[in-house]
């Protein structure tokens, strides 16, 4: 998510998107190389970054807090994984038009009233919990709406960021801190701590989700300047989202990425929809320690959000995406193949290793490719892609998983991402990436 800013003075300079794009520094600086970056990040970006852990803080709690819900309420795999399901399924519809709002309106405003609407929603969801109203229907409305609102609020995150680092020389460093962040609230502190509080007192989890979310809203008020895309001009929604389907399709290494970016979000997706079914019947794990082993995943990525930018210095950008894909596809493999909770957390710590490596990569990959006005208009094509490939793959691996175990969504997924692991090396080499960032930030700097 997070965007890089120069060295030397940006914190002094308006947090601005429409500022003027940053050179390339002439003969190929550190900060044109991965992971090499100045001390700190700068004052803006500290904001920012406080203000997203606080909301990642929420949705950990969150997502475990509404499983657990949800499986006292029905233990019908396929009921269960169309909880999932309705998690996506606002990416396929509104992630493109998220984006257009995103290119459009201030980012920093948008967020604030996304974080508004989220808040509420959770608070809605406490009050039914509190009474004991709760259903699987309302389950259902709620994870609808805080879909809805994630097409948009993660969208303007990742948009503000370059504005709020300056540098893009230093994405991977940047994507590496805020996804540690992410990773530490997410999985570290959010599941135990939502686990916990749900065996003592359901509505005290959703409780403090919604406290997190509303904390997020205030700390976002304290980020100054604006943070709107340079091209001002009102080009209607449709034109709008015309252009940018076109850059994605006329550029040939964004193809490439959305390529395995659609089967990994599919089989993703198939895995770890029934994952607190799965822990519970198949390993063994108490319903008050789901939340710790999460951590054992939560362990891998956050190592491998801190490890990202200097395995892709050592190794290159195009065979670091490679390798993340191969060593997912085995940790699913490995995880299907045990009914140990020990090995099992093993290999899920080893697939967590290799997404965050794949996540900070190609994030940072895809900021550095797309022009800040098409920005949030490309993350959500990526977001309709990824995220619309998910209901899908959530409710596959629910019917695997009714015909033939729990384990069987888990070798499948492994199976498919192993598939395209063998398209990842050929087409993700280190020659054709360099070579689309190169022409990228010569387009950038008026000299391509």
């Given at each position: 998510?997070?965007?890089?800013?120069?060295?030397?003075?940006?914190?002094?300079?308006?947090?601005?998107?429409?500022?003027?794009?940053?050179?390339?520094?002439?003969?190929?600086?550190?900060?044109?190389?991965?992971?090499?970056?100045?001390?700190?990040?700068?004052?803006?970006?500290?904001r920012?970054?406080?203000?997203?852990?606080?909301?990642?803080?929420?949705?950990?709690?969150?997502?475990?807090?509404?499983?657990?819900?949800?499986?006292?309420?029905?233990?019908?795999?396929?009921?269960?994984?169309?909880?999932?399901?309705?998690?996506y399924?606002?990416?396929?519809?509104?992630?493109?038009?998220?984006?257009?709002?995103?290119?459009?309106y201030?980012?920093?405003?948008?967020?604030?009233?996304?974080?508004?609407?989220?808040?509420?929603?959770?608070?809605?969801l406490?009050?039914?919990?509190?009474?004991?109203?709760?259903?699987?229907?309302l389950?259902?409305?709620?994870?609808?709406?805080?879909?809805?609102?994630?097409?948009?609020?993660?969208?303007?995150?990742?948009?503000?960021?370059?504005?709020?680092?300056?540098?893009?020389?230093?994405?991977?460093?940047?994507?590496?801190?805020?996804?540690?962040?992410?990773?530490?609230?997410?999985?570290?502190?959010?599941?135990?701590?939502?686990?916990?509080?749900?065996?003592?007192?359901?509505?005290?989890?959703?409780?403090?989700?919604?406290?997190?979310?509303?904390?997020?809203?205030?700390?976002?008020?304290?980020?100054?300047?604006?943070?709107?895309?340079?091209?001002?001009?009102?080009?209607?929604?449709?034109?709008?989202m015309?252009?940018?389907?076109?850059?994605?399709?006329?550029?040939?290494?964004?193809?490439?990425?959305?390529?395995?970016?659609?089967?990994?979000?599919?089989?993703?997706?198939?895995?770890?929809a029934?994952?607190?079914?799965?822990t519970?019947?198949?390993?063994?794990?108490?319903?008050?320690?789901?939340?710790?082993?999460?951590?054992?995943?939560?362990?891998?990525?956050?190592?491998?959000?801190?490890?990202?930018?200097?395995?892709?210095?050592?190794?290159?950008?195009?065979?670091?995406?490679?390798?993340?894909?191969?060593?997912?596809?085995?940790?699913?493999l490995?995880?299907?193949?045990?009914?140990?909770?020990?090995?099992?957390?093993?290999?899920?710590?080893?697939?967590?290793?290799?997404?965050?490596?794949?996540?900070?990569?190609?994030?940072?990959?895809?900021?550095?490719?797309?022009?800040?006005?098409?920005?949030?208009?490309?993350?959500g094509?990526?977001?309709?892609?990824?995220?619309?490939?998910?209901?899908?793959?959530?409710?596959?691996?629910?019917?695997?998983?009714?015909?033939?175990?729990?384990?069987?969504?888990?070798?499948?997924?492994?199976?498919?991402?192993?598939?395209?692991?063998?398209?990842?090396?050929?087409?993700?080499?280190?020659?054709?990436?360099?070579?689309?960032?190169?022409?990228?930030?010569?387009?950038?700097?008026?000299?391509?």
């Amino acid at each position: 998510m997070a965007r890089r800013r120069q060295a030397g003075g940006v914190d002094d300079a308006p947090a601005s998107a429409g500022a003027a794009p940053v050179q390339r520094r002439p003969g190929g600086s550190a900060a044109d190389r991965p992971g090499v970056a100045g001390s700190g990040l700068g004052r803006n970006f500290n904001r920012l970054w406080a203000a997203a852990a606080a909301g990642n803080l929420g949705d950990g709690i969150y997502r475990v807090a509404i499983a657990l819900l949800a499986a006292r309420l029905t233990s019908d795999p396929v009921a269960f994984s169309a909880l999932t399901a309705l998690g996506y399924l606002p990416w396929l519809v509104l992630g493109l038009p998220a984006g257009a709002l995103v290119d459009r309106y201030d980012r920093r405003r948008l967020a604030l009233l996304v974080g508004v609407v989220r808040t509420s929603a959770l608070a809605t969801l406490l009050g039914a919990v509190a009474l004991d109203r709760a259903s699987l229907w309302l389950l259902y409305t709620v994870v609808v709406v805080l879909g809805a609102c994630e097409t948009i609020y993660d969208n303007t995150l990742i948009s503000m960021l370059p504005a709020a680092v300056g540098d893009r020389g230093r994405l991977e460093t940047a994507n590496g801190r805020l996804q540690g962040a992410e990773l530490l609230a997410q999985s570290f502190v959010g599941p135990p701590l939502a686990s916990a509080l749900f065996a003592l007192l359901a509505s005290a989890a959703f409780g403090l989700n919604a406290a997190c979310y509303a904390l997020a809203v205030l700390l976002l008020l304290a980020l100054p300047g604006t943070f709107r895309a340079p091209d001002e001009r009102r080009t209607p929604m449709v034109r709008a989202m015309g252009q940018a389907l076109r850059f994605v399709r006329g550029h040939e290494m964004h193809r490439t990425i959305l390529s395995v970016v659609l089967v990994l979000g599919f089989a993703n997706a198939m895995a770890t929809a029934l994952i607190v079914l799965w822990t519970r019947e198949v390993l063994g794990v108490p319903e008050a320690a789901f939340g710790f082993f999460v951590l054992t995943g939560a362990v891998g990525a956050l190592i491998g959000s801190q490890t990202a930018a200097p395995v892709a210095r050592r190794i290159g950008r195009g065979r670091t995406m490679a390798l993340s894909a191969v060593v997912t596809g085995l940790g699913m493999l490995l995880a299907g193949a045990t009914r140990s909770p020990y090995v099992a957390g093993a290999a899920w710590a080893l697939s967590g290793w290799a997404i965050l490596l794949w996540n900070v990569i190609y994030g940072s990959l895809r900021q550095r490719l797309t022009p800040d006005p098409l920005l949030g208009r490309t993350i959500g094509i990526y977001r309709v892609v990824a995220w619309g490939a998910m209901p899908l793959g959530a409710l596959v691996g629910g019917v695997l998983a009714g015909i033939g175990g729990l384990r069987a969504p888990f070798l499948a997924a492994g199976v498919l991402t192993l598939a395209i692991s063998v398209y990842a090396v050929l087409r993700l080499t280190n020659a054709r990436v360099e070579a689309a960032i190169a022409e990228a930030d010569a387009a950038a700097s008026g000299t391509a």
